[in-house]
């Protein structure tokens, strides 16, 4: 059996560090995974959040991708909500153009931020849109000029690249998996963040029975989630034990992810609504390469997945790098 793996960062300022030095750890695990034979490299999309550098994935992938030779780069993901599809389109045919092959666009449904940070990026858009509707704009712009029934026929994102940037969404629900479906696009869930196993389930189930094939693509299913591969038992423990995660249920129904309590706190001060939080801890895949290599087969055989995207979350850098050498060594002849 062959496996593909990846990695995703989310450029953490961990207590005692400074921005440039996180950022800086990305880059070196950037360098690590194509070393290890690792598929790809995303970096995530995170607004007005203090403990977090990475606030422009295509600035940072520019560099990463100057920074490496062979592994794909790419986002997980772009908040295109924000964003004028043009505009994005613009941002990763000159990347491709830059890296061809080598440039992944991973488009997210969540803000990336709290509702302060949303209201600073929408500042001035004048047209509403649907996610769809950008993801169609998006995809036309990624590959050739406007058709003649766009209110803007004929733009073109120049420059066009001989290998567009891949599009893969992301997300956490059934509703995302709908619309990987519809468009034809691979799909990634969120485990990391939505941690319901049922949920996930019948987000990937959907996926595959709703796959527009007429669009003459196959489905690709991504599962990314937290793993801690360590030297023993006890100490996997230790270094996943603290970490949790907050579902925050608004009155107006929307629910987010947050980290904390008090991140839920404030998203709902911002938002102006009451709400509900649940606080849970983080689900870690944690252990010594063997105990994580066994679970991650069953994870695997659990969904049907066709491939992984690790979240790491260790303080300590060289324990980190540590985890992912132990699941190169984990599958040592397996990963493709």
Do not use: C
């Amino acid at each position: 059996m062959s496996l593909k793996f990846g990695i995703l960062d989310q450029s953490i300022i961990f207590p005692g560090q400074t921005a440039a030095e996180a950022l800086g750890n990305t880059v070196k695990l950037a360098q690590l995974a194509e070393t290890l034979g690792f598929e790809r490299f995303w970096v995530s999309e995170h607004h007005d959040s203090p403990g977090m550098a990475g606030s422009s994935p295509e600035v940072l992938i520019s560099y990463l991708l100057a920074q490496t030779k062979t592994i794909r780069i790419g986002s997980g993901g772009v908040m295109l909500q924000h964003y004028s599809p043009y505009k994005v389109a613009e941002n990763f045919n000159v990347l491709a153009s830059l890296a061809p092959g080598r440039v992944e666009l991973g488009i997210g449904r969540a803000p990336g931020g709290l509702p302060r940070s949303t209201k600073a990026l929408q500042k001035g858009v004048a047209e509403a849109a649907t996610l769809a509707e950008k993801l169609t704009e998006l995809e036309q712009l990624l590959h050739d000029k406007t058709g003649e029934d766009h209110p803007l026929a004929g733009l073109e994102a120049s420059p066009l690249p001989v290998q567009p940037a891949d599009i893969y969404l992301l997300g956490t629900s059934i509703s995302s998996a709908e619309l990987a479906a519809e468009k034809g696009y691979p799909y990634a869930f969120a485990l990391f963040i939505n941690n319901d196993p049922e949920t996930a389930r019948k987000a990937i189930e959907t996926y595959r029975n709703q796959f527009n094939r007429s669009l003459g693509r196959e489905p690709k299913t991504i599962l990314a989630l937290s793993v801690i591969a360590s030297d023993s038992e006890e100490e996997a423990n230790a270094l996943a034990g603290h970490f949790k995660s907050v579902r925050v249920m608004l009155a107006s129904g929307k629910t987010v992810n947050v980290g904390s309590l008090d991140q839920a706190k404030e998203f709902a001060r911002q938002a102006g609504e009451t709400f509900t939080a649940e606080e849970r801890d983080a689900d870690i895949t944690r252990g010594t390469k063997e105990t994580v290599r066994k679970r991650l087969l069953e994870i695997q055989a659990q969904y049907g997945v066709d491939e992984f995207v690790f979240t790491t979350i260790i303080p300590d850098f060289a324990k980190r790098i540590r985890s992912f050498e132990l699941l190169k060594e984990a599958f040592e002849g397996e990963l493709v």
